[in-house]
């Protein structure tokens, strides 16, 4: 249990999932692979084990959490499903996508889960570890990134270990995450219109005109907010300057194509390697003894425009 001051790292193998579900029945909280990066589970139905998520990560409580499910049969006992979301499940889950939808009134989560708000975040993730686990227990899952509330994500389990050791039960150990960045998150609502909450790894270009085979532009994100996308966020604890093309005296340089780095996200210029590598860049940037970080620019295309997004709130 988390009063405990132990955290106990499982390889995400048979007997460690099964032990792990052993946990998450009893309150725990456990740190899961997801393709995206590592999470943070609880029960979603369980008030105590949602709230120890909060005070582990120290995340302010109007801060509303992500529900993994094992997919659309079970996400609908949770939310209204308009037109669109519906098609976006059948295209794209399971996968990297969260989406914002009108909430049940008869969901039975946890109020805090949704931070009192109208509507849930829902996702079917791809891992297997994630996956087998959800088919383990019998409720679903909340789960935020496993980091401390501000910090960076972590997209192994040795992040995950580096700021929430000894304030969580246990982590499964599924090495090193493929995508690298936080899902995509889609607002869709009753009327079928749309809005993208946070850029990730979700390729929304196809967005635009996948729907009903007509062109629908998204609109700007205005009404609906997430309320975790402060401007300052993944702070990897010293300054960081972006658009650098070389390093000052006193920065750690993380390098992107033709410029180098201390480390590279890319030397080939490849976005989606650059994304799965972005926040072990930032984890050893932020424990190199040099007092500031210099980032190379990244191109805002594609899930460059994901890459871009964190690191200005890296910067900010
Ligand atoms: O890839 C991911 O999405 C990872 C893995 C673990 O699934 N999770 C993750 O969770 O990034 P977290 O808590 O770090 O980010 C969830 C975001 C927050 O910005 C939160 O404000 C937003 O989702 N959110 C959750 N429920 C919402 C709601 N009902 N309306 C608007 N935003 C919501
Ligand atoms: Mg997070």
């Given at each position: 249990m988390s009063g405990k001051n132990v955290t106990?790292?499982?390889?995400?193998?048979?007997?460690?999932?099964?032990?792990?579900?052993?946990?998450?029945?009893?309150g725990g909280l456990v740190a899961v692979p997801t393709e995206t990066v590592y999470g943070l589970a609880a029960r979603a139905d369980s008030a105590e084990a949602v709230?120890?998520?909060?005070?582990?990560?120290?995340?302010?409580?109007?801060?509303?959490?992500?529900?993994?499910?094992?997919?659309?049969?079970?996400?609908?006992?949770?939310?209204?499903?308009?037109?669109?979301a519906h098609h976006l499940a059948a295209t794209q889950w399971p996968g990297p996508l969260t989406m914002v939808l009108p909430r049940r009134q008869d969901a039975g989560l946890a109020p805090a889960v949704t931070a009192g708000l109208a509507t849930i975040a829902l996702r079917v993730p791809a891992?297997?570890?994630?996956?087998?686990?959800?088919?383990?227990?019998?409720?679903?899952?909340?789960?935020?990134?496993?980091?401390?509330?501000?910090?960076?994500?972590?997209?192994?389990?040795?992040?995950?270990?580096?700021?929430?050791?000894?304030?969580?039960?246990?982590?499964?150990?599924?090495?090193?995450?493929?995508?690298?960045?936080?899902?995509?998150?889609?607002?869709v609502r009753e009327n079928d219109t749309w809005e993208e909450l946070r850029p990730?790894?979700?390729?929304?270009?196809?967005?635009?005109?996948?729907?009903?085979?007509?062109?629908?532009?998204?609109?700007?994100?205005?009404?609906?907010?997430?309320?975790?996308?402060?401007?300052?966020?993944?702070?990897?604890?010293?300054?960081v300057r972006l658009n650098a093309l070389e390093a000052g005296p006193d920065e750690f340089m993380i390098g992107f194509g033709a410029v180098p780095g201390d480390v590279t996200l890319?030397?080939?210029?490849?976005?989606?390697e650059a994304a799965s590598r972005l926040y072990a860049a930032l984890h050893e940037a932020a424990r190199a003894h040099h007092p500031r970080i210099a980032v190379a620019p990244v191109p805002e295309e594609g899930v460059g425009r994901a890459i871009n997004d964190r690191l200005r709130r890296a910067a900010a």
């Open positions: 106990e790292v499982r390889l995400a193998d048979a007997v460690g999932i099964a032990e792990a579900a052993r946990c998450l029945e009893s709230a120890r998520i909060y005070a582990a990560k120290g995340r302010p409580d109007f801060n509303p959490l992500i529900v993994h499910v094992r997919g659309l049969e079970q996400a609908e006992r949770y939310a209204h499903f308009p037109y669109y891992h297997p570890v994630m996956q087998a686990l959800l088919a383990a227990v019998d409720f679903p899952l909340a789960a935020p990134s496993a980091n401390r509330s501000g910090f960076i994500s972590p997209t192994t389990a040795q992040h995950v270990l580096s700021s929430l050791d000894g304030r969580i039960d246990m982590v499964l150990d599924g090495g090193a995450t493929a995508k690298g960045l936080e899902s995509t998150i889609l607002a990730g790894p979700l390729d929304s270009e196809w967005l635009n005109l996948d729907y009903k085979g007509q062109d629908r532009p998204g609109e700007r994100p205005s009404k609906i907010e997430a309320p975790g996308q402060l401007a300052s966020h993944y702070a990897p604890g010293k300054p890319s030397a080939g210029g490849n976005l989606t």
